[in-house]
């Protein structure tokens, strides 16, 4: 095995696969890089055996030329050590060659390394995604799907299932949900029609936070496809490829409450400004339990008190208050993640009651939900 | 106590004295940070006993008005909240007033913090500096002499002395000395004619590194006064003030050899890259030991094996070999850290053989000297 390559995209595409590769596995060869040379072109795959990341380097593309002298062959080389080679080695043109004992040789320069590798036959085959389910989308709207919603998902292995994203593909409409049982986010998206439906598809919370990482922000389309227990992302370099969580997703449109008694329309801003203050002495409590007060039509109070600190009073003016008057205290760090998520300028917030599930919108959209579950102190 | 402030001047105080305020202290009152309201200004204090810092806030300066409507007191606030809490303000004029109870309540905008203060008779006395011991220099050769000098120092307690980085002034010579007793750092400095002397200072690691945090890299001076146990840096707005290490610090003036048997001219950059790269499968061993061999008169060879991994070899080419042919083996570390430190683009190196220390100068300077005990390999 042999071949020339760019050190720049070498660095590239060893940092997007490193993404799946853990230094704790229980299959030792998994804390190595496979490095396959084939005839046009190499191919990088790590894999943690939850997610495994390909990223394809072409010989050629658009008439440049990347990798030279290729003589077919694979080898898995250590990721400790190898990252760290490719992005100190001196000159862009990096000669790489393993020899029959596995003893791999990069030189670069005046610099010779020589690597102890690994035989590639070890190396687990991963699994061959064949399915007919399969859509595009741009990768720019896959990553803010992921973005308003993955921060919600549970950090507890009590409920398992919680911990990874819901997907479905319904009717066209493709919609992301994430619960930790306190609050929920959810977005949807309309996709073109592509015939396929599916409902239980829940992706590891960590698989989809490393796929948001290593998406890059082009305009280009990523190619989704979906089995019953693994999902791959497919982008022009690069095979994203994630188990999913067995299990059933819990039915969670009946969490979303359907009167409203309390609605206050406000600016995003302002409310993350104040509610970000008012957490701030709530630190050592569980929770960082902020309270919210509707004074009359357009101003809220937000308070918080720990005892042995002291407290913290705020108003803020907000755009219109409708309905019943309302005292409610919520955790400030679901608030601050739910009113980061939304992204937009103007949102409102239905509330029927102090115990009950609030909901937090844009104010002109429903595709977007994010519901937050308040905490009984009053 | 009472008073209005600038947030801005307000959060940059906050900051440089909590560089002395530690979570872990035995003194609790210590945990706080002190404030107290003068005639003419405010002056923040925050100390670990070790090392104290105090920023002063004049309520005028060049014009400018920064402090108003002073009633003069003092209170201790917790330092886990107070910084967040002025980084945090809505508006840039902040009210501060405290009440007989040390309830303390901070306004601005429309926020309001009320929090427990704590009584400022109990914070210990600072000790007073009083010596006729000092002198000037400019804050940025101070900086200098630290950054060349106080990453040697030990980090082993079983030398406590040379924690510290040894300062003397002798014959209008600043000398800044550290070591770990394998490896040392010295840079002098001419400094105008004072008539003082002093060679037993020993100033503790921990305190000389934040002091070249808290020092900006302005043109203005510093004001350094020296007692039998506590050092005392002043600028315009700041005194920061550090108590010194008990003991002799060893004469090290005898480990510098004073002949000389091979002499390498080099560039640094080029040598940096060289050990870098060598370095980078010697983490695993102790010291991260590379190999240097001179190859004729005008190149190197660097190399480092770790047999589980593999090995590197790379050819430098220097600007001159003189003398005899060298092997040698040395912590890659230790050169790293004396060759980054010495900022110079050509330096030489003076070996007397590959058991006895070497010693990195500047090619055309003798005031700053970094030695390296070499590790037996060959």
Partial sequence: MKFTIEQSLLISSVQDVMKAISSRTAIPILTGMKIEAREHGILLTGSDSDISIESYIPAESD?????????PGSIVLHARYFPDIVRKLP??????????NMKVTIRSGRAEFNLNGQDAEEYPQL?????????DMPIALLKTMIKQ??????TMETRPILTGVNVTLENNN????????????????????????????????????????????SEENVEISVTNNQILFKTKHLNFLSRLLDGNYPQ?????????????????????????????????????????STCGQDSLEISSNSPEIGNVTEEVSVTAIEGEELKISFSSKYMLDALKAIEVEDIKIDFTGAM???????????????????????
Same sequence: chains 1, 2.
Wanted: charged residues 25%; negative net charge; aromatic residues 6%.
């Fill in 63 to 71: 008439g440049n030329v990347y990798v030279e002298d290729i003589e």
């Fill in 91 to 100: 000159e862009n043109k990096v000669a790489f060659e393993a020899d029959d």
């Fill in 127 to 135: 699994p061959i995604v064949q399915t007919d389910q399969s859509f």
């Fill in 149 to 154: 919603t993955s921060f919600a998902v549970s």
């Fill in 174 to 217: 493709l919609n992301f949900t994430a619960t930790d049982s306190h609050r929920l986010a959810s977005k949807d998206l309309p996709v073109e029609a592509t015939g396929m439906q599916f409902s239980n598809i829940v992706i590891p919370g960590k698989s989809i936070n490393e796929l948001y990482k290593i998406l890059d922000d």
């Fill in 252 to 292: 969670t449109s009946r969490l979303i409450p359907d009167q409203v008694k309390t609605v206050i329309h406000a600016k995003t801003k302002d409310l993350i400004h104040t509610i970000d203050r008012a957490s701030l002495l709530a630190k050592e409590e569980r929770n960082n339990v902020v309270k919210l």
């Fill in 356 to 378: 009950r599930p609030f909901i937090i919108r844009p104010t002109n959209e429903e595709k977007i939900l994010q519901l937050i579950l308040p905490v009984r102190t009053y």
